[in-house]
């Protein structure tokens, strides 16, 4: 079976960004500091003698891994990518590698990847991991560390062979089966992408490699941050995406988006033919931003009731442009249309479809509406009041 299989079905997704910068949290000497919150060390151009202290204080007791993925579960999310190491070169996993982990220079002293594994595999949730593997403002032949390094004395493929790959390997051993390795920032040659493309898959050939290993060598693509393609794109493909506008946690950041928009965003996205990877950064105490929390459990919600329309669906079979009120999408004998803007005249003009339906009713009530179609183009009767506030859903059945 194609390993793409369960990604496409999956749709949705839990993006997790945590490590030490949740503490400083977006201010640093008494300073906030602009941008996202886990580039803080190179922003702040903080020295690692200073940065590094950070860990000494990193005690996340309030960090449940149970908690986390019953989190993204209830939300209708079916894959959890978490940060195994950042930018900033702190790995949240135990690692013979370096002494710059979780494990040996906290007092926490426990591997929340391993916890957080073990408890999507009971959950059913496919676990993956997010690897720095070009960027790394910690390790001397690591990319981006200027202020502390001499760039020009860097051994960057000296990096990824003896410490990346021996890490990954222990990544890709010791946490089950891996369904995503995230890599950022793409490797800078094909050659370096493909050995470490062909690594990977020599230790789990099943896992699915994200888009930013670079050189085309990903297994899809990866749009910008928050960024939703206007059209629909061929092909398997992801957006990674912010609930507020950082990724790790910043403590004067409140711009959360609102559950309305999460939820247009999923289905413009799937009506495209992508995933949507949805972020949280947990707090230095190891807990998810109760606006986050209330957010995705609205999604769940909502997904609860209407998932057919998402889960296992192609991309819309309709023009998108065309659709004032809203997305569509489709899957084997149905179309979905998605209606966001309720025309409250109680009628629906549905142009360009791709064959005769039989039957049409909301998704949630699955009583039939009248209609008329004439050729591909369709007349729908509606209700004068949309039955969900965010997006009715109506069913057109071949
Ligand atoms: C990267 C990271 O630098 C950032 O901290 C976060 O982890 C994000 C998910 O990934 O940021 C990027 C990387 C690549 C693009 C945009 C943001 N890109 O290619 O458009």
């Given at each position: 079976?194609?390993?793409?299989?369960?990604?496409?079905?999956?749709?949705?997704?839990?993006?997790?960004?945590?490590?030490?910068?949740?503490?400083?949290?977006?201010?640093?000497?008494?300073?906030?500091?602009?941008?996202?919150g886990e580039?803080?060390?190179?922003?702040?151009?903080?020295p690692?003698?200073?940065?590094?202290?950070?860990?000494?204080?990193?005690?996340?007791?309030?960090?449940?891994?149970?908690?986390?993925?019953?989190?993204?579960?209830?939300?209708?999310?079916?894959?959890?990518?978490?940060?195994?190491?950042?930018?900033?070169?702190?790995?949240?996993?135990?690692?013979?590698?370096?002494?710059?982990?979780?494990?040996?220079a906290?007092?926490?002293?426990?591997?929340?990847?391993?916890?957080l594994?073990?408890?999507c595999?009971?959950?059913?949730?496919?676990?993956?991991?997010?690897?720095?593997?070009m960027?790394d403002?910690?390790?001397p032949?690591?990319?981006?560390?200027?202020?502390d390094?001499?760039?020009?004395?860097?051994?960057?493929?000296?990096?990824?062979?003896?410490?990346?790959?021996?890490?990954?390997?222990?990544?890709?051993?010791?946490?089950?089966?891996?369904?995503?390795?995230?890599?950022?920032?793409?490797?800078?040659?094909?050659?370096?992408a493909?050995e470490?493309?062909e690594?990977?898959?020599?230790?789990?050939?099943e896992?699915?490699?994200?888009?930013?290993?670079?050189?085309n060598?990903?297994?899809?693509?990866?749009?910008?941050?928050?960024?939703?393609?206007?059209?629909?794109?061929?092909?398997?493909?992801?957006?990674?995406?912010?609930?507020?506008?950082?990724?790790?946690?910043?403590?004067?950041?409140?711009?959360?988006?609102?559950?309305?928009?999460?939820?247009?965003n999923?289905?413009?996205?799937?009506?495209?033919?992508?995933?949507?990877?949805?972020?949280?950064?947990?707090?230095?105490?190891?807990?998810?931003?109760?606006?986050?929390?209330?957010?995705?459990?609205?999604?769940?919600?909502?997904l609860?009731?209407?998932?057919?329309?998402?889960?296992?669906?192609?991309?819309?079979?309709?023009?998108?442009?065309?659709?004032?009120?809203g997305?569509c999408?489709?899957?084997?004998?149905?179309?979905?249309?998605?209606i966001?803007?309720?025309?409250w005249?109680?009628k629906?003009?549905?142009?360009?479809?791709?064959?005769?339906i039989?039957?049409?009713?909301?998704?949630?009530?699955?009583?039939?509406?009248?209609?008329?179609?004439?050729?591909?183009?369709?007349?729908?009767?509606?209700?004068?009041?949309?039955?969900?506030?965010?997006?009715?859903?109506?069913?057109?059945?071949?």
């Amino acid at each position: 079976m194609d390993k793409m299989q369960w990604w496409r079905e999956a749709k949705f997704g839990m993006f997790i960004h945590w490590g030490l910068y949740a503490i400083p949290a977006g201010v640093w000497d008494d300073k906030t500091i602009p941008g996202i919150g886990e580039w803080i060390m190179f922003t702040a151009r903080i020295p690692i003698k200073e940065y590094e202290k950070l860990a000494e204080q990193f005690n996340p007791v309030r960090f449940n891994a149970e908690e986390w993925v019953s989190i993204a579960k209830q939300a209708g999310m079916r894959y959890l990518v978490i940060t195994a190491k950042h930018h900033d070169g702190f790995c949240m996993f135990d690692t013979k590698y370096t002494d710059y982990n979780i494990v040996k220079a906290t007092p926490f002293k426990r591997d929340p990847l391993k916890e957080l594994s073990q408890a999507c595999q009971k959950e059913g949730i496919r676990f993956g991991f997010y690897y720095s593997q070009m960027l790394d403002w910690h390790h001397p032949d690591g990319m981006g560390n200027f202020w502390d390094f001499d760039p020009a004395k860097k051994n960057f493929s000296k990096y990824l062979r003896e410490y990346v790959m021996p890490q990954l390997e222990e990544l890709l051993t010791n946490y089950g089966p891996i369904g995503v390795v995230w890599f950022d920032i793409d490797t800078p040659t094909p050659e370096l992408a493909r050995e470490l493309r062909e690594f990977v898959l020599s230790i789990q050939p099943e896992t699915i490699i994200s888009g930013r290993i670079g050189q085309n060598l990903g297994d899809y693509q990866e749009r910008g941050d928050n960024e939703i393609p206007p059209t629909v794109i061929p092909g398997d493909w992801e957006t990674p995406a912010t609930i507020n506008d950082t990724w790790g946690y910043k403590s004067y950041d409140h711009n959360w988006k609102s559950t309305g928009q999460l939820i247009y965003n999923l289905v413009d996205i799937v009506s495209k033919g992508g995933n949507y990877l949805l972020n949280v950064g947990p707090t230095a105490e190891g807990i998810i931003p109760e606006p986050s929390v209330v957010r995705l459990k609205e999604m769940g919600e909502w997904l609860w009731l209407n998932g057919e329309s998402i889960y296992g669906c192609e991309r819309s079979p309709l023009p998108l442009e065309k659709l004032w009120w809203g997305k569509c999408t489709m899957k084997e004998n149905k179309i979905y249309l998605h209606i966001f803007a309720w025309p409250w005249y109680g009628k629906l003009e549905v142009a360009d479809l791709p064959f005769a339906i039989k039957k049409a009713y909301p998704l949630l009530t699955k009583e039939s509406l009248s209609f008329k179609q004439e050729g591909n183009n369709l007349t729908l009767i509606l209700p004068t009041k949309p039955i969900d506030p965010i997006d009715t859903v109506i069913v057109l059945e071949k």
